[in-house]
């Protein structure tokens, strides 16, 4: 193909041999080493480029049509990824796994001693960064031009261990050893202002930063399956500018201080906020957000002007989709360029803001929709906050016209709280800055335009969508589960399911095939016995994701304490189950770091119980991420998706498990009640309060302790735990339930134990169990993030494929 300069590619082999002559060359003059000098992470980084280098030739032909068709492109600018390991995935799309393997083999490397040098990047908390991982591998598939834009922090979310049984949180270095995945461009350096002045030149404001960090960008690529597309993923590290070292005070000896603007520079980039739950409120969190958009849209305008002159177009050309609230300081930001720096007209520049941008939010959480003081932004961005009164000015106009004489009305859309203190609301300003606004899961936007943002969606209901989240079959099918993907694979008859998940469907017919069945339970079978957590014949019983309050890991708990009375008790007759917890709290969240220290505590007393022997097990392996994740799932026998029904925007891991054949116990919340829809309600332990019912109880002077008088299961439950049984912070976690209980996990306690009863009777005919699990996996198609990308283009981005 002939790129633009005239210059023919050569393209790569992918056989053995070719694979293996460029893993020789890239080991000698990549690396500088030979064969029989080089360490395991000379092989593994030599292999990195080797396949790299496979996917950099598609990127050239792929960014080449792109150019050539002027597209309109789709920009995802998220504060978090979380991209997973990324050997397999490479290896996987772009079809040499077999020649690698031979390659290394064949100069005496062991390929999974290799692999397993493989760090991810954990650039994010949980489910809003795996989405966006999820989103950008359904775009490069689905052939969209699309660019990822994120931060690219030193130390990504904290490495979880556990000391007697407490989380402690350790750095997480994952480039400590560099990252061969990794194209820096130094060369495309943005520049950065923060704090400073405004003032009045020429008849424009002017911005006067009083600090100015650079910011370097250094892009990943992200291959579609089944396609030669390779879109880029874009993240922007803080550097200091040269000036920043200053040699008079390095000379006098002073050596913190000769570096210390530096350190202040590049601090920017230097941590993940580990925090999912609530507004940071710190300053440096602020400035990373600023630094992500400015550097983005900046990057966006140069890319713009490369095919394009007319502002006129820039919407045709540019969707841009803030991942949650966290870069919307992109409204304000591209209203300063394009009148600040463009000069054009304010209501002009609005016009485009405003068919640029789209919303999504991912929280029902009133205190995780972020609100920044009045003062540190004036402080930190004057005149970002001078525009943001005259959007809010415009905006209130808008209200006060539509609704004369609602003052109150007035007061909560403002963009500025007033009382009890002033903050800037980042969720309103999102809603009046963009074309659309988009929740996650069908009862997600519902709760969304009648609760949190009901007053916007009064004001203008058409721009409110839904996009229900979903996640890519390639990797947490076809890469976690190889062992399914083959008995899915010979079940369909090929493997196109992996690109339309839909043919999923075609797997129900085969219910009835008994060797069918049985090959399901054998790779199920075999993914327990890989994990190696607990007997593979158990049910595996599996709670993964963040720790909080409102996803109930306590209730949880309280169901294996609960077992474990029964078991002490004598005549028990459940089911044998391991019960696998995964997650990570908030390092300043400390009561949900008081449930994960008490699980751990009662995994010890459970555990070493020799009552308990063979029939209840309780895991918690640490630092729970996408690599383990990825050999959780596949594992799983029954997904615990027991929020409080209204709290969870949609979920994730619910599709993820179910996609695995696992059955989900579940409240009524977020994309749960999509998921039973689909598999059917015969194929869902469904319990619990629904969201109406949880509302009105709450509302309704709740009473925790009437739940523990009148349940004798319960009340022995919580006692045991606030008298120490399973050690002293029990207490704590004992005295917030009975007190407080904001999330009602006793309220719902009674109707979740029996309905681990019917879970049991399921288990004990193992061949209805299995037909349900396949029925599961066969009607969850509709989770691929394939069709959620599909409604994004469709309902928002309005974007159309490229393919080179
Ligand atoms: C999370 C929600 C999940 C949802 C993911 C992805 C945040 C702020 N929100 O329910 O809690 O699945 O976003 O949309 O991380």
Request: hydrophobic share 40%; with cysteine; net charge negative.
């Amino acid at each position: 193909m002939d790129l633009r300069n005239g210059v023919e590619i050569r393209s790569l082999g992918t056989t053995p041999g070719e694979f293996r002559r460029d893993l020789l060359s890239n080991l000698y003059y990549r690396r500088g080493t030979t064969v029989e000098s080089a360490s395991a992470q000379d092989a593994y980084e030599t292999l990195a480029l080797t396949v790299r280098d496979r996917l950099a030739e598609r990127r050239a032909r792929t960014a080449a049509a792109q150019y050539e068709s002027n597209p309109r492109w789709v920009y995802y600018l998220s504060a978090e990824y979380l991209l997973g390991p990324q050997l397999e995935q490479n290896l996987l799309y772009s079809g040499t796994g077999e020649a690698a393997r031979q390659a290394l083999e064949a100069c005496g490397f062991a390929p999974d001693e290799i692999a397993a040098l493989d760090v991810e990047p954990g650039l994010g908390n949980g489910g809003l960064g795996r989405l966006a991982a999820c989103l950008l591998d359904s775009l490069a598939t689905m052939d969209i031009p699309a660019v990822g834009y994120g931060i690219r922090y030193d130390l990504g979310i904290f490495r979880q261990e556990f000391q007697d049984g407490r989380q402690v949180e350790r750095p997480d270095d994952w480039a400590f050893q560099g990252d061969p995945w990794e194209f820096p461009a130094p060369d495309d350096v943005q520049t950065v202002g923060f704090y400073g002045h405004v003032e009045e030149r020429d008849g424009r404001r002017a911005w006067i930063p009083g600090e100015v960090v650079l910011g370097e960008p250094s892009h990943l690529l992200v291959p579609g399956y089944g396609t030669t597309t390779v879109n880029i993923v874009r993240l922007w590290r803080a550097r200091a500018h040269r000036a920043s070292f200053d040699l008079t005070r390095f000379s006098a000896g002073q050596y913190a201080e000769a570096v210390q603007d530096a350190v202040r520079a590049e601090n920017i980039s230097k941590v993940l906020y580990p925090d999912d739950s609530t507004a940071s409120g710190r300053e440096l969190r602020l400035k990373q957000q600023y630094f992500l958009v400015s550097c983005s849209l900046r990057d966006i305008v140069r890319r713009f002007h490369i095919r394009n002159a007319d502002w006129d177009t820039f919407p045709d050309k540019t969707a841009i989709q803030l991942n949650d609230t966290h870069p919307v300081l992109a409204i304000p930001e591209l209203m300063r360029l394009l009148v600040d720096e463009e000069g054009l007209d304010w209501q002009y520049a609005w016009s485009l803001v405003r068919r640029t941008f789209n919303y999504t939010c991912h929280t029902l959480l009133p205190e995780a929709l972020e609100t920044w003081p009045v003062d540190m932004l004036g402080h930190l961005l004057p005149r970002h906050l001078e525009i943001i009164y005259l959007i809010n000015a415009g905006l209130l106009d808008e209200v006060r016209s539509r609704f004369p004489d609602d003052l109150d009305r007035v007061r909560r859309m403002s963009l500025i709280q007033e009382e009890p203190a002033r903050l800037v609301r980042m969720a309103n300003l999102a809603v009046t800055g963009t074309a659309m606004t988009n929740g996650v899961a069908e009862l997600h936007t519902q709760l969304l335009s009648s609760t949190v943002l009901r007053d916007f969606h009064d004001l203008w209901p058409s721009r409110f969508a839904n996009v229900t989240n979903g996640v890519s079959p390639r990797r947490f099918v076809r890469l976690a589960n190889p062992g399914l993907s083959a008995l899915i694979s010979s079940g369909l008859g090929g493997d196109r399911w992996l690109t339309d998940l839909s043919l999923l469907e075609g797997l129900a017919a085969l219910t009835d095939d008994a060797s069918f069945r049985e090959q399901w339970r054998d790779v199920k079978r075999a993914a327990k016995a890989a994990l190696g957590l607990g007997d593979p014949d158990a049910l595996m019983d599996v709670m993964i994701k963040r720790f909080h309050e409102y996803k109930r890991q306590q209730l949880k708990l309280l169901h294996v304490i609960t077992l474990y009375h029964r078991i002490k008790a004598g005549g028990y007759d459940g089911v044998p189950r391991t019960v696998l917890f995964g997650g990570k709290a908030a390092p300043a969240y400390q009561a949900a770091k008081n449930i994960i220290h008490l699980i751990n505590a009662v995994a010890t007393v459970v555990n070493a119980d020799p009552a308990t022997a063979g029939l209840l097990r309780v895991v918690f392996p640490a630092n729970y991420n996408i690599t383990l994740a990825e050999h959780i799932i596949p594992a799983a026998d029954l997904s615990e998706q027991i929020s409080m029904a209204g709290k969870e925007a949609s979920g994730t891991g619910n599709m993820k498990l179910t996609l695995n054949g696992a059955l989900t116990i579940g409240t009524l919340d977020g994309a749960n009640i999509e998921i039973r829809d689909r598999v059917g309600a015969d194929n869902f332990f469904l319990f619990g309060l629904d969201a109406p019912a949880a509302l009105a109880l709450r509302s309704d002077a709740y009473q925790p302790r009437d739940h523990y008088h009148s349940d004798d299961e319960l009340r022995a439950a919580l006692d045991a735990v606030q008298a120490g049984a399973f050690g002293g912070v029990g207490h704590e976690v004992a005295a917030s339930l009975l007190d407080r209980d904001e999330y009602l996990t006793l309220a719902d306690y009674r109707s979740y134990v029996d309905c681990q009863t019917e879970v049991d009777a399921a288990w004990r005919d193992q061949e209805r169990w299995t037909t349900m699990s396949i029925l599961n996996t066969a009607r969850a198609g509709f989770f691929s993030a394939d069709r959620t990308v599909a409604d994004y283009l469709d309902r928002i981005w309005h974007a159309a494929p490229v393919r080179p």
